[in-house]
């Protein structure tokens, strides 16, 4: 009879070890979940704030190009609106910029 007990309790012990680790896992599962969901939100934001720039972008180039077929595209224009609009340079060209602003 004393066998018995002796082979219940080793049983026991599995069955409470695998209960535990499945509860550990469960929980890291959530955790994980919960995670990729907070990654996948924040990364929404990053592509909803990247369409707005390109938005703004593609009215600033829609203006640049209206501007040249209104002003004919003239060289001097075109170097002009790339100083004035898109901040460029020519080629060995340097721009300072002051700090103290204009």
């Known amino acids: ?3 018995h007990r002796t082979q219940k309790k080793p049983r026991q012990k599995r069955s409470v070890l695998l209960t535990l680790a499945l509860v550990v896992f469960c929980v890291y599962m959530l955790a994980a979940i919960v995670n990729q969901r907070m990654q996948i939100s924040s990364q929404k934001a990053k592509l909803q704030s990247i369409q707005a720039e390109i938005q703004v972008q593609e009215i600033k ?3 640049v190009r209206h501007e040249l077929q209104s002003q004919g595209a003239s060289s001097e224009y075109v170097a002009r609106i790339a100083r004035e609009s898109l901040n460029m340079a020519k080629a060995g060209e340097r721009i300072f910029i002051c ?4």
């Open 99 to 102: 700090p103290g602003g204009d």
């Open 61 to 63: 180039n829609s203006d």
């Open 1 to 3: 009879m004393e066998k």
